[in-house]
């Protein structure tokens, strides 16, 4: 299976993709956690990469794209493309790579999306996302064990540029996929089993 997860920030397309990749064994490809982890190596592409992110802005397409094309090739089975792609430009690129199956266009109303971002809690080392009411004691991850912490770009202020960014550079995308006939539009303003049944119902029974 080939999938594209679109959204906007906070939608939670990192933890849906995290139960479809488990449950087809798919491979989970996160431009977001590929570049914070440069970030973290404090690699030349890391140090470009801070800066950018950290204002809301987006990574240039080509050092994107070049990353997951080192990722698709090796994913014989199929891949998640989460957080990618996030440009027209970037639609167009993976298209000359690969065909995928389908587009899951992950929605939430804005305000519920601020309040989401604004809570949320991450892990530095596997990217397990927490909310504060779900926090596990002393705030270190359940799976790593690594200290929990706020990402830079999770303030109000940088969520106001991400959504800006999203909406001029990101929304067309999901008219391309439609037109293409590959868009599935999910309600993301629900519980998290609620969100993975309808993906799973918008696959199909070929597909599950
Ligand atoms: P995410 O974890 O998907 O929210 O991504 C965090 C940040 O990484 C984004 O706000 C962008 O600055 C950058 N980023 C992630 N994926 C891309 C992409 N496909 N193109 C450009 N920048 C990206």
Redesign the pocket.
């Known amino acids: 299976m080939k999938l594209v997860f679109l959204g906007p ?1 906070g939608a939670g397309k990192g933890t849906q993709a995290e139960r479809i990749c488990k449950r087809f064994g798919t491979v989970h490809i ?4 590929m ?1 914070r982890h440069e970030m973290e190596m404090q690699t030349p592409l890391g140090k470009i990469a801070a800066e ?2 950290n204002d ?4 240039p ?1 080509e050092v ?1 794209f070049r990353m997951v094309c080192e990722r698709i090739e090796k994913a014989e089975h199929g891949f998640l493309l ?6 027209l430009s ?1 639609a167009h690129m993976l298209a000359t790579v690969t065909d995928i199956d389908f587009a899951v266009n992950i929605d939430v109303p804005k305000d519920r999306l601020i309040n989401r971002i604004v809570r949320r809690r991450s892990c530095p080392e596997c990217e397990t996302v927490y909310d504060l009411g779900e926090l596990p004691n002393g705030e270190f991850c359940k799976k790593c064990g690594r200290k929990l912490v706020i990402r830079k ?1 999770d303030t109000p202020e940088t969520a106001q540029e ?1 959504f800006r960014v999203y909406a001029e550079r990101t929304m067309p995308i999901i008219r391309y996929y439609e037109a293409e006939g590959k868009l599935l539009n999910i309600n993301g303003d629900c519980s998290k089993d609620d969100v993975e049944k309808q993906i799973l119902a918008g696959f199909g029974e070929d597909m599950v």
């Open positions: 920030p996160s431009t977001g956690d570049l950018l992110i809301g802005h987006l990574v397409d994107v989460d957080g990618f792609p996030r440009t970037q770009d991400r």
